[in-house]
């Protein structure tokens, strides 16, 4: 059974860092497109970084760019999403998933449209306060 699974999570204060994890079980990340999203209290799901798996060419939401990295352990089958300099903004629970959505000729290319993901985890919840 596919399945990813959110790690890292917790109470931050304002310029501080956290590490996510995103494990996959039953599939191989490195295979596919990892894209990490959060969501906000009242808000939609919004995407925030994606790293391509032909390539490894990443995106970044505009917001997290020069503050938040994505990348990959392939021995420990883990994408992490590395956050520095914290906001407030930036609380929410954040998801990852593959993307598994779209034409095949863009698969391997990263996205930060959520619709064009899959098997989503639980989620990790993310505070940014003082």
């Known amino acids: 059974q596919w399945q990813l699974v959110e790690s890292g999570g917790g109470l931050v204060q304002p310029g501080g860092s956290l590490r996510l994890s995103c494990t996959g079980s039953?599939?191989?990340?490195?295979?596919?497109?990892i894209g990490w999203f959060r969501q906000a209290p009242g808000k939609e799901r919004e995407g925030v970084s994606s790293r391509g798996s032909n390539f490894g060419d990443t995106y970044y939401a505009d917001s997290v760019k020069g503050r938040f990295a994505i990348f990959r352990d392939n021995t420990l089958n883990i994408v992490y999403l590395e956050m520095n300099n914290l906001k407030p903004e930036d609380t929410g629970v954040y998801y990852c998933?593959?993307?598994?959505?779209?034409?095949?000729?863009?698969?391997?290319?990263?996205?930060?449209?959520?619709?064009?993901?899959?098997?989503w985890g639980q989620g990790t919840r993310v505070t940014v306060s003082s």
């Open positions: 998933g593959a993307r598994v959505y779209g034409s095949s000729s863009d698969l391997g290319f990263p996205s930060l449209r959520w619709v064009e993901y899959s098997y």
């Open positions: 039953g599939f191989t990340l490195e295979d596919y497109t």
